[in-house]
């Protein structure tokens, strides 16, 4: 048991980093982050021991972040300042690129920035992915290309850019 909680408490950092990445405002983040903990904490008995522990968390950040939208419209509120001063400091065009990747990120539609940051950002496999959603890999792997058309779109100035590509 006490190696569960090490476990539990050991993915922490990458909860902290997908939940700013996804919702942009450090408070935010740190409060979907305590609620996913607590609710982690409550449902321990839940986890399957052998099973991917991040996934699991994952998947109820996720359910609550969901149930957050759903009860009041989403915010696109910037990433915290000191982040976007430390990238101007160091190099003055990368906090313009940082400014410019976070508001294309937070036009993508939640779903697709959803997958996109636990593939890009948590180097989550697909099946992990699929399974911290509850969706199926296919619905993982067509989010995600549309994520990245999307987002390609949006930082090449293409704002009206359709989001799914024509295959021939």
């Known amino acids: 048991m006490h190696d569960t909680h090490e476990r539990l408490l050991a993915c922490i950092p990458r909860l902290r980093r997908y939940a700013r990445a996804l919702v942009g405002r450090r408070e935010d983040a740190d409060d979907l982050v305590q609620d996913t903990m607590e609710r ?32 009041q419209p989403p915010a696109c509120d910037a990433l915290d300042e000191d982040t976007l001063m430390n990238a101007a400091v160091n190099n003055p065009s990368a906090g313009l690129e940082m400014r410019d990747m976070e508001t294309a990120l937070m036009l993508l539609p939640v779903d697709q920035r959803e997958v996109l940051l636990l593939v890009a950002l948590e180097n ?19 989010r995600l290309s549309r994520a990245r058309a999307r987002l390609h779109a949006l930082l090449e100035g293409q704002p009206g850019a359709p989001a799914l590509k024509v295959v021939k």
């Open 124 to 142: 989550m496999r697909y099946e992990q992915v699929a399974e911290a959603l509850h969706i199926p890999v296919g619905t993982v792997m067509s």
């Open 40 to 71: 982690a904490w409550d449902r321990l008995a839940s986890w399957q021991a052998g099973t991917d522990m991040r996934a699991w968390l994952f998947g109820i950040m996720h359910n609550l972040h969901v149930d957050r939208l759903r009860r």
